[in-house]
């Protein structure tokens, strides 16, 4: 596997790369001169070069081939009440770091907060950041809030469907969904999505997904849903 | 499937549901009287009974049956370099709220920080509330420090260690481990184990995770993994 580093342009010829992960590369993985090395630029540019200059005051990549990030053969999107204060920022950022690609803040009958234009843009910060740490080609999309009718009118856009409930039925393991496509996963509210709610999904042909006996808060069941498509059906 | 609920002390006869609890039962479930529920003290004595009592003013359940928590087929450990501030503490709820029974700061050659004696006073205070607001019998203990060599000189003491790394060689899916007995899961600090600590950690019979292409931060690989082990090992 050849290592992935950021930054800011990536274009053909040499790429001095930035402070941390300068330091990355020269003292944590101690790459060398002529290690091959792909640079990317947050924004779906990949770069592939070799590393021309690693000495203490900098480390220089030379790009000799420019590329578009391929991709996903899968993409995750979650729609979830978002819960208040830093657990939606904290939910952001991990969704974001487990490679979800859409995030949509769900208004249903308990929703207690829908998050306003300013809040919306600060997620969508956070995700930025999120994908430039964890180094992904493009960060994750923050939506307008959206109804569950809303969301479900595009029920076509989405391969999958997935309930996920403390009380739903279990029908697979984590495994039956998320390998390929497109898949929704609709997270209820602190309180549950109402019986109503339930059936409405149920009758877009959602799948579902046990969240096993503990209350799992919202952000907790976004994260863990978020990291079980991203630990198992990534490999 | 028995709605469960918390009171602080579960005995025979009447108990008196706390204002959250009796809110729950009530508001959002909807239960009646003579519907029977579970009540548990987060100390592991869980009492079977029925709702004696539902009006606007309380709550009641008479406790008929005192058991003590089934001991659970599986417990998983994880030992994770603490990172700094809040995610730390978001780190310790969140594996606490997805079933960790034991979470174990580790002292590595790239840890930056070690939690002191107050910080891990607080951190527990974290994993019992955690523990009361899922539901679980019993809260995730948070042991003092240790370094590698001290965590694998009483190796024997469990089933499975898994290295979770991102240059870790995928050996299992994530369902090989976590079903049964006991688990040890190693996380690396931000910056990785050095490789010295990965021949250690691979001599004492570790069992490999691959964390994946992204850079998860500490905290969210401890989380993903936590959530993985939860959602899937747990069905």
Known sequence: MKRRFYAAN??????ILGEREAHHARDVLRLQNNDPVLL???K???GEGVLSEVNKDRVACRVESLSSEKKRDRSIAIAVAFPKGARSAF????????????LIPLICERTVTVPSKSKIERHRR?????ARQSRQGSAMAITEPGTLADILKKSA???TIVLA??????ENRGTGWGERGSTLILVGPEGGFTEKEVTTIRNAGATEHHLGEQILRTET???ALAATAYLIGHQ
Chains 1, 2 share one sequence.
């Open 40 to 42: 990317f630029d947050g």
């Open 221 to 223: 069941a976004a994260i």
């Open 91 to 102: 939910m952001v950022e991990k969704c974001a770091e487990l490679g979800i690609e859409r």
């Open 44 to 46: 779906g540019t990949i």
């Open 157 to 159: 856009e989405w391969g």
């Open 10 to 15: 990536v274009t053909l010829g040499p790429v």
């Open 165 to 170: 409930a403390p009380g739903a039925v279990s």
């Open 126 to 130: 956070i995700a930025q950041e999120a």
